[in-house]
């Protein structure tokens, strides 16, 4: 009878994502402002990373680290948005058991890879502005390309932890997500096993990875900012200030939305918050990282132009 037991408490073979407002006028609204936002997203982010790769000048680490970041930020946004777009129209919204692993492991592993490569560009901008006499020796075409696939590499074994106990865990026959996507709180919420030990793992590694990389990135900006302050020229101090406080105000919206997410001993936000909070840096930053990192550059703008008139 123990087996019949255990065949019906893990009976769920699918989930099905509530996502956001039942008004079928609502979710059209939602489904044209996210399908607008996604497109612009990719859009944006695929002309970086041709502009970089077909600009010679723009082949120094500080852009190839753009690359990386335009090339995560496709994947990291079609991991969610695409899935999030077919159930806005759909009438059953459904996402298979191993469907639903998959998301959350590329969500999780391109999240921590996102917080290591912002890292590693706060330290190459540090270098660059604090340690400008030392910069070629220190960032190397050899130290970028270990910076860059150190930050892949760690990502995707990041993701393994937290979807492997999630997975584990036992779901009965009650199979609702209240959210867009398959996210790890409402997993844990949905879960009829005791999901103490996985919660408290999960919080200990977002706890390591996002404050970590936090700290790095603070501290790198912060060094920075100071440096900036002695520049005698009133020009000079602008040019810098204003690249630095946009990637500022960049990694601050992304780190505040995921430590607010996942650094929680509980998960006590209301659904309502849970998904508000969840857009912004599964729908907007990617569109964000493009514009602020790009736009606000002399150099890239330049060469922007450059391919457009060459092609």
Known sequence: SSFQEMTNVTAVLEFRLLGFSSNPRCQILLFTLFLVIYVLTI???MIIISVVTLEPRLHSPMYKFLKNLSFLE????????????????????????????????YFVSLGATECYLLSVMAYDRFLAVCEPLHYG??????????????????????????????????????NLIDHFFCDISPLLKLSCSDTTVTE???????????????????VSY?????????????????????????????????????????????????SELNK????????????????????????????????????
């Open 43 to 45: 859009l944006g982010n």
């Open 74 to 105: 496709v994947c990291y946004t079609t991991t969610i948005v695409p899935k999030m777009l077919a159930n806005l129209l759909a009438q059953r919204k459904t996402i298979s058991f191993s469907g639903c692993m998959a998301q959350l492991y």
């Open 137 to 174: 020796v220190a960032m190397t075409a050899e130290s970028y390309t270990c910076l860059a696939v150190g930050s892949w590499v760690t990502g995707v074994f990041t993701g393994f932890l937290p979807c492997l106990m999630v997975s584990r865990l036992h779901f009965c026959r009650y």
């Open 200 to 218: 408290a793992v999960i919080f200990i590694l977002s706890l390591l990875v996002l404050s970590s990389c936090f700290l790095l990135t603070l």
């Open 222 to 270: 912060l060094l920075i900012i100071l440096n900036i302050l002695k520049i005698p020229s009133a020009s000079g101090k602008r040019v810098t200030f204003s690249t630095c406080s946009s990637h500022l105000m960049v990694v601050t919206i992304y780190y505040g939305t995921m430590i607010s997410m996942y650094v929680r001993p509980t998960y006590n936000l209301s």
């Open 276 to 311: 508000a909070v969840s857009v912004l840096y599964t729908v907007v930053t990617p569109l964000l990282n493009p514009v602020i990192y790009s736009l606000r550059n002399k150099a890239f703008k330049k060469a922007l132009g450059q391919v457009v008139v060459r092609h």
